[in-house]
Every structure is written in C-alpha cells, then in structure tokens.
C-alpha cells in the first residue's frame, strides 16, 4: 500500500467523447444506410448528414442501424434487437450488465439524442486532469485499479464505486477498473509525479469534481503466478 497526493486539476461534464465518431465512422454508418456516395460529402456536413439519413427512419429503426454499427459481433442478432427498443427510455451505459459496451452504448445514445432531438435518453459523460504524486511505478502496468482505488477514496462511501466494489476496492483484483475508466491518457508523468486525462460516465466519477485536492493510499493488482 503506497501513500498518494492527488490534485484534481480540471473537471468538466462533456455529451461527446473524444474520437467518438471520427470520419470513417460516420461515412461507414450512411454506407449501412445505403446513403450514395458518402465520401464525397464535405467533412464538416457529415455528421448533420449522417443524423438527417438517420431520422428518416422511425427511432427504433435508427437505433437498430447505429448500434449493429457500434457493437456487432458481441452481441447477438436478437440482444441488439432488444438493446434498440430500450435505448429509447433506458440509460444503457449505465444499467446496461456487461461494462465493456458501456462507452459504445453511450455513444450510440448520444449520437440518437442529438439526431432525434431528444427522444432518446440525455448523455452524460465527465472529462477530467488528475495529478497524482508518490511513487508512480504502480501505474507502470495496468494503471487502472490503482487510478480507480484512488478516485474512490476521494469520494464518498455513499458513491455508486463504493457500494458496487468494494471488495475490489480492498483486493488485489479489479477487473472492472478498465471499463469504468473508458479512455485514460497520460499527459506527463516524472520520478514522482504522473498527469493523466480521464474519461468517463457521469454515472461511476461525477463526485470527484467535489474533491479538489486530498491524501490517499492505493494499490496495484497482483500479479498471477504463472505457475499456477
């Protein structure tokens, strides 16, 4: 266990994330539409193209098209089926059980919001700079767990980190730290200090924005023998 300074140097509530839908995206999603020549649309108008196409289909229709876009292949014809009539009134990216597709499922919602002017659900995502000082080799390998263990500790027990994780929180495996940090940038790092940008669900790291600066003891995962 290795004792941790963390400043919270900016925080910010974003409905996009970044390299969300970059250019390939949004023409390979008019191609499923069956839009002519997509690749010839000009860069800044093909995302209004994109979302006009999509509303000349009914809602469940356009979320059927964006989610086979965006998650075909781990999940079955019918789940997706499913998935395209709860997307309409369900925060999937946060109720939804596999985490894995939680930033898929946000982003399909965001892009329907947008397109169908709010008939589906509102997305909500945090962008944050966290500064953690200490002794950084910890987030060598695998930074996650021990990122998350240290936002955890920066909010209150009463948060959704806490009440869903807490033995992974204490223990040496927390698998889940992946999904719940959906994009980690390291920004700059020294012998003893490292910046990294997070993003993530309003959902798991909202309450972080309320903690500005604080002490904090974090861990890594341990490493499985090989052997066994």
């Given at each position: 266990m290795s004792?941790?300074?963390?400043n919270i140097l900016s925080f910010?509530?974003?409905k996009e994330l970044p390299g969300s839908w970059e250019k390939s995206d949004l023409v390979n999603l008019l191609n499923a539409m069956d839009y002519d020549n997509p690749a010839e649309i000009k860069d800044s108008e093909l995302k209004e193209m994109c979302m006009m196409s999509l509303t000349d289909y009914e809602p469940e229709e356009a979320a059927k098209i964006v989610l086979d876009y965006t998650i075909a292949g781990r999940l079955t014809e019918g789940q997706i089926e499913n998935l395209s009539h709860e997307i309409?009134?369900?925060?999937?990216?946060?109720?939804?059980?596999e985490l894995p597709l939680h930033p898929d499922l946000y982003r399909s919602t965001q892009l329907l919001y947008d397109a169908f002017n709010g008939k589906f659900p509102r997305a909500e995502a945090v962008q944050f700079t966290i500064e953690i000082n200490g002794d950084v080799t910890i987030f060598e390998e695998n930074p996650e767990a021990p990122i998350v263990r240290l936002l955890a500790a920066g909010m209150s027990d009463r948060s959704l980190i806490h009440r869903l994780f807490s033995d992974q929180l204490a223990g040496d495996l927390f698998a889940e730290a992946k999904d719940i940090l959906w994009?980690?940038?390291k920004v700059s790092g020294g012998e003893n200090s490292v910046t990294y940008e997070i993003v993530s669900s309003a959902y798991w790291l909202d309450e972080i924005k309320y903690a500005d600066?604080?002490?904090a003891e974090s861990?890594?995962?341990?490493?499985?023998?090989?052997e066994e």
């Open positions: 004792q941790f300074k963390i910010e509530q974003i309409l009134t369900e925060k999937l990216w946060e109720e939804y059980p994009q980690l940038k600066s604080y002490d861990h890594a995962d341990a490493v499985p023998n090989e």
